[in-house]
Antibody
Framework: EVQLVESGGVLVPPGGSLRLSCAASGFTFSTYAMSWVRQAPGKGLEWVSGIGGSGGSTHYADSVKGRFTTSRDNSKNTMSLQMNSLRPEDTAVYYC?????????????WGQGTLVTVSS | QSVLTQPPSVSGAPGQRVTISCTGSSSNIGAGYGVHWYRQFPGTAPKLLIYDNYNRPSGVPDRFSGSKSGTSASLAITGLQAEDEADYYCQSYDSSLSGLVFGGGTKVTVL
């Protein structure tokens, strides 16, 4: 059974930093592209970043470029999102999602999400 | 404002057919990139319903179907059921943005 489990979401002040993690199981992790997708309270879905299966290719939405960094450790089946210079508008539930079809493919599986709140 | 445009809401009576449109442009749907559809119940994670325009993952009922033409795509739900009340999102890739894009979401209400 495929499982994606996010962790690390907390309350953080504006300008602060936070690191989210996504633990994967039930599939061959290194053959899947992975992404972070967020959803602000009461709003729609927004793609944040993606990383290729080998970790050699990363892409970011303009809204987080230069502030967020995505990485993965295929030996531990984990993906991370380092979030710096956080803003109130970054407040959202952050989901990790897998893509068998590569970085532009569909999101086949999703985690349950972790809530990040940026507020003083 | 989302790159892909969906109607905010659609509704129908049980047993009816409803469709949700997803309008894009020449840099996403019109460029030939696949369109994918997700369903999300309140407080839960989205789930893949349709991938690559019209394909259903294992376990998704054939009441759900997808289509694509030009710069637009559609999701159709036939035999509408009370359990279909949820938010539905389309998603594709945009070459101008070099990133993945979502529609703003459509709330389906069963009357």
């Amino acid at each position: 059974e495929v499982q994606l489990v996010e962790s690390g979401g907390v309350l953080v002040p504006p300008g602060g930093s936070l690191r989210l993690s996504c633990a994967a199981s039930g599939f061959t992790f290194s053959t899947y592209a992975m992404s972070w997708v967020r959803q602000a309270p009461g709003k729609g879905l927004e793609w944040v970043s993606g990383i290729g299966g080998s970790g050699g290719s990363t892409h970011y939405a303009d809204s987080v470029k230069g502030r967020f960094t995505t990485s993965r450790d295929n030996s531990k089946n984990t993906m991370s999102l380092q979030m710096n210079s956080l803003r109130p508008e970054d407040t959202a539930v952050y989901y990790c999602a897998s893509s068998a079809g590569g970085l532009i493919g569909s999101f086949d599986y999703w985690g349950q999400g972790t809530l990040v709140t940026v507020s003083s | 404002q989302s790159v892909l445009t969906q109607p905010p809401s659609v509704s129908g009576a049980p047993g009816q057919r409803v469709t949700i449109s997803c309008t894009g442009s020449s840099s996403n749907i019109g460029a030939g990139y696949g369109v994918h559809w997700y369903r999300q119940f309140p407080g839960t994670a989205p789930k893949l319903l349709i991938y690559d325009n019209y394909n259903r993952p294992s376990g998704v009922p054939d009441r759900f179907s997808g289509s694509k033409s030009g710069t637009s795509a559609s999701l159709a739900i036939t035999g509408l059921q009370a359990e279909d009340e949820a938010d539905y999102y389309c998603q594709s890739y945009d070459s101008s943005l070099s990133g993945l894009v979502f529609g703003g979401g459509t709330k389906v209400t069963v009357l």
